[in-house]
């Protein structure tokens, strides 16, 4: 790695929600401060990730880029008093802290939800993003691929992913309280983005609701989700009516500003009680909706708060999922110091083929079978006579003395000289 590996992180554990919805990053957003940081501030292994609970930069550069990468993000959220919310940012600036802090994300140690299976999918779309904008450096694809590997072990081996704590099913959970008394409520999803499908999905496995609706901007996506799940489809243009009827509405909708205002929602004149579950991040129910008579207002940190109660089996298996985070990382020390040998053992190569290239030309003419026998003979002879360092490097980077050992190889074999040659 070229310089250390760092990373920035806004999340739950110091910003609340006011904060994290104010910086919160959409995919457009989120390829554009890729762009930036990478033009602008020249870095590289940069990964972006933005979720409800997180807004997270990685990345790599020779000094901490702190207070630059927050005023980036806040140029590209639109939020010009940025440096206000400095303290709600952590720094990690070394690199096994931040790639550490970067598997405990990705495999749900970190979430608010210990365990949600979401942040996953979530960090495998922002790798993505890297990969696609020419940012990702070789530290972070195999940083990256290191984290999926675990994740498959974590899932296979643990019981980490057990149990239903997910904010989808801590959703499903408080709506059925919240409308016990009631024979057939009426609930109302907008929004159909990763976390409105995954709602939509966990509802309609549920007996306990017969009438579910979905509404979202796009047709095309509510009518294919719609097919999946067996849920009827309300068109966005006839959303008032649909507000009207609906005895809980489950809101995902992601939009910059909230599209259930109070003025919205006291315009629909409901008589009856309702509540407005809002998953949204930004929030997209108007904090003052809930001074309408007769609405109750949930949002996202108070569905995670009740998922955090089916935590049990989880939590049981975190000493597992550290382990298997420690094993990963001392593997990926392990190959990014090899791969810091890299150059050296390339210029080895390079310097015995030019070698056993510069011998064979001083030979007589052969016959094409005897060209064929010494380009055998002569390849075989330089991959035995290479094995040993080849070897003997590896076993340095275990006992951390690779770079005496590549220095001592460069001097006896002259290798910056004859590279010139």
Do not use: W
Not at 87 to 100: E, I, L, P, V
Not at 111 to 124: E, F, L
Not at 222 to 242: H, I, R, S, T, Y
Request: glycine share 4%; net charge neutral.
């Amino acid at each position: 790695m070229k310089y250390p590996f760092r990373a920035l992180s806004l999340s739950y554990h110091k910003a609340p929600l006011a904060v994290r919805e104010l910086l919160a990053l959409d995919e457009t957003a989120c390829s554009q401060l890729l762009q930036a940081l990478h033009h602008d501030l020249d870095l590289n292994n940069l990964l972006v990730l933005s979720t409800c609970n997180r807004t997270e930069v990685y990345y790599s550069a020779a000094a901490n880029q702190e207070l630059a990468i927050v005023e980036a993000i806040g140029r590209v959220a639109g939020v010009a008093d940025v440096r206000d919310y400095r303290a709600c940012f952590t720094a990690f600036d070394a690199a096994g802290a931040a790639a550490q802090h970067l598997f405990e994300v990705a495999l749900g140690l970190d979430a608010q939800v210990v365990g949600d299976p979401q942040i996953g999918n979530q960090v495998k779309r922002a790798y993505q993003r890297s990969a696609a904008a020419d940012v990702a450096g070789p530290y972070l694809h195999r940083l990256l691929h290191a984290v999926f590997a675990a994740h498959k072990r974590v899932h296979q081996e643990t019981a980490f992913r057990d149990g239903a704590a997910s904010t989808s099913s801590a959703t499903l959970e408080l709506v059925a309280e919240l409308t016990a008394a009631l024979d057939r409520p009426r609930v109302l999803l907008v929004g159909l983005g990763e976390m409105g499908a995954d709602v939509a999905r966990h509802f309609a496995k549920s007996k306990r609701f017969a009438e579910v609706t979905l509404c979202n901007r796009t047709p095309a996506l509510a009518k294919a989700l719609a097919a999946e799940c067996g849920l009827p489809v309300l068109d966005f243009n006839d959303l008032a009516q649909g507000l009207r009827a609906a005895d809980v509405v489950i809101s995902a909708v992601a939009a910059p500003t909230p599209v259930f205002t109070q003025a919205l929602v006291a315009g629909l004149h409901n008589l009856h009680h309702q509540f407005f579950i809002d998953l949204a991040v930004p929030r997209s129910v108007a904090a003052a909706v809930e001074a309408v008579p007769g609405i109750l207002v949930y949002n996202i940190d108070d569905i995670q708060r009740k998922a955090a109660a089916a935590l049990a089996g989880r939590v049981a298996a975190i000493p597992q999922v550290r382990a298997i985070i420690a094993d990963s990382l001392a593997d990926l020390r392990d190959r990014s110091r090899e791969m810091q040998l890299s150059p050296t053992i390339q210029k080895l190569k390079s310097i015995l083929e030019q070698l056993r290239q510069q011998e064979i030309s001083r030979l007589p003419p052969l016959s094409p079978a005897e060209a064929r026998r010494v380009d055998e003979v002569t390849k075989a002879l330089t991959q035995k006579f290479l094995k040993l360092p080849v070897l003997q490097l590896k076993a340095a980077c275990q006992r951390g003395e690779a770079d005496q050992l590549a220095a001592a190889l460069t001097e006896l074999f002259a290798l910056e000289e004859l590279v010139k040659l």
